[in-house]
Nanobody, 126 residues
Framework: QVQLVESGGGSVQPGGSLVLSCGGS????????IGWFRQAPGKEREWITC??????????NIADSVKGRFNISRDNAKNTVYLQMNSLKPEDTGVYYC?????????????????WGQGTQVTVSS
């Protein structure tokens, strides 16, 4: 069964850090471009970052709103993609989703992604 599972969410104070994990089950993540999206309360889900398919090479794209604070990476041996989030702000609060796109290049739109995780909650508050 093909499945994506996010983990690592939680509550953190402004300026803090979290690492989210996106684990693949039933399929190899390195054959897919993997994106992270988030949905803030009362807002539409938005794309924040993506990493291209391995093993030719991995190139990351990242939204301006998180550039310089968030970083996406892969560990193919663990079939996992990570989202390192630093200098978190209250506006980073939301449900974070990972998604897999059956292509080499990243996509910026939800419809381009084939598989989705269930989401993990991130809350940034003092």
């Amino acid at each position: 069964q093909v499945q994506l599972v996010e983990s690592g969410g939680g509550s953190v104070q402004p300026g803090g850090s979290l690492v989210l994990s996106c684990g693949g089950s039933g399929f190899p993540l390195d054959e897919y471009a993997i994106g992270w999206f988030r949905q803030a309360p009362g807002k539409e889900r938005e794309w924040i970052t993506c990493i291209t398919r391995s093993p030719v090479g991995s190139h990351a794209n990242i939204a301006d709103s998180v550039k310089g604070r968030f970083n996406i990476s892969r560990d193919n041996a663990k079939n996992t993609v990570y989202l390192q989030m630093n200098s978190l702000k209250p506006e980073d609060t939301g449900v974070y989703y990972c998604a897999a796109r059956n292509a080499y290049y990243c996509g910026l739109q939800e419809y381009e992604y084939l598989y989705w995780g269930q989401g993990t909650q991130v809350t940034v508050s003092s």
